[in-house]
Structure formats: C-alpha cells, structure tokens
C-alpha cells in the first residue's frame, strides 16, 4: 500500500518569489506520483507527472518537480510565481503492480500568492 | 470540445433522501472514478470501474452505490445510509491503465439540509 504526505497545509508567498510545496510518500513498490492543480470550486488539472525516466520533470506553466526515491519525495516548485498560480495543490501516488484505481491523493497544501 | 461533465453543479437534498449524481465523459476512456473531497482531508476514492458493467469499492464506498452500464456515463447515488454526505463529489475517467492521467469533471457540491 502507498501513503502520500503533503507537509505543508498553507503556503503564503510573494509575487515573483519562489516557492516549493513538499511532498513525501511512503510505499513497498516503485511508484509513480502526480502533482495535480485545484481552482476553487472546480476539478483538479494535471500539473506534471513522473512514471520513470529522468527524475526532473516540468510543467508547461514554469512548475517543475524532482523525485527523490533515496528521500521518498516528489516537491514541487516554482522560480518566481504569479498571482494566477493561487490554488490548492495535491500530490497524489500509485504503485507499480497494484490494482488500477488506487491512487492516494496527499490532503493538499493551499498557495496564496500576494502582490 | 472532448471532456468530463457533471450534473448538477450545487444539490441541495434533505436528511434521509437518496440522490444521484451525474457523470458523463466523451474521452472515449475506460476507466471511471467517483471521488470524495472534505475541506483539509484531499480526495478519498469512493468507487471505480475499469470497464463496462463492473467496479469496484474504493476506500469509502459505505453508503454508496454506482452503475456502469455504459461507457460514457457512471452514476454515483448517494444513499440515506451515508451517514454525512455534505462534500464535494469528483468525478475522473482515464484512458484505462494504471499509470494514465486522470481526468477530472468539474466537481458537484452535495448539501444535505
């Protein structure tokens, strides 16, 4: 079985500063993660995902992530952020061989970006 | 435009009453999934199914039944026997196997007065 732990609930930052949303899992299985986005009142949007291969990946809108297996995490960030980058962040987990359906999603952590 | 629609958006219902809600995709995927999401405990997996005619009890699917009897549509009904069914109802399809993305509706927020 597969756990997803978001460290963060809340995450205020400034306008153009960075930012890192953290993200550790726990499983028996080599895994595969997800870093999906949530505007209020509406459905999650795939943001990046990491199945195998190259540990960097990056998000079409300046986000990028790094799975880390020695340190079981998958953080998300972002060099400077925009005021539209506002939202709820999940990341979620699957394992290899498990049964399809069993995606564990992490509780979110909330960005606020001010002006 | 292809994509995941749900209905209705708001569902207001009194204390005891079963109610259904909607989820309609026009992917063309397998694969279907009914979500819970409570303010601060991220998405709980209710139900899913793979393929036609069959699926699976997620995580809380006490209180819960679905039905696939086609591919484009999966019904979540929320029974009485749902002890607190206030939440935001998500529901996703992927193209079938594991590792695809899930794709997300836009949510029915479920109010029981």
């Known amino acids: 079985a597969q756990s997803v732990t978001q460290l963060d609930s809340q995450v205020p930052v400034f306008e153009e500063a960075p930012v890192e949303l953290r993200c550790n899992y726990s499983s028996s299985v080599s895994v595969y993660l997800f870093w999906y986005v949530q505007y209020p009142n509406q459905g999650l949007q795939l943001l990046l995902k990491?199945?195998?291969?190259?540990?960097l990946v990056e998000s079409i809108n300046g986000f990028e992530a790094e799975f880390n297996k020695s340190q079981t995490s998958f953080h998300l960030r972002k060099p400077s952020v925009h005021i539209s980058d506002t939202a709820e962040y999940f990341c979620a987990v699957g394992g290899y061989g498990g049964s399809q359906g069993n995606l564990i999603f992490g509780k979110g952590t909330k960005l606020s970006v001010k002006p | 435009d292809g994509g995941i629609t749900q209905s209705p958006k708001y569902l207001f219902r009194k204390e005891g009453q079963n109610v259904t809600l909607s989820c309609e995709q026009n992917l063309n995927h397998d694969a279907m999934y009914w979500y819970r999401q409570d303010p601060g405990q991220g998405l709980r997996l209710i139900y899913y199914s793979q393929i036609v005619n069959d699926f699976q009890k997620g995580d809380i699917a006490e209180g819960y039944s679905v039905s696939r009897e086609k591919k484009e549509s999966f019904p979540l009904t929320v029974t009485s026997a749902q002890k607190n069914p206030t939440a935001f109802y998500l529901c996703?399809?992927?193209?079938?196997?594991?590792?695809?993305?899930?794709?997300f509706g836009p949510g029915t927020r479920l109010t029981v007065l």
């Open positions: 996703a399809s992927s193209p079938g196997t594991y590792t695809d993305t899930q794709y």
């Open positions: 990491y199945l195998s291969g190259s540990t």
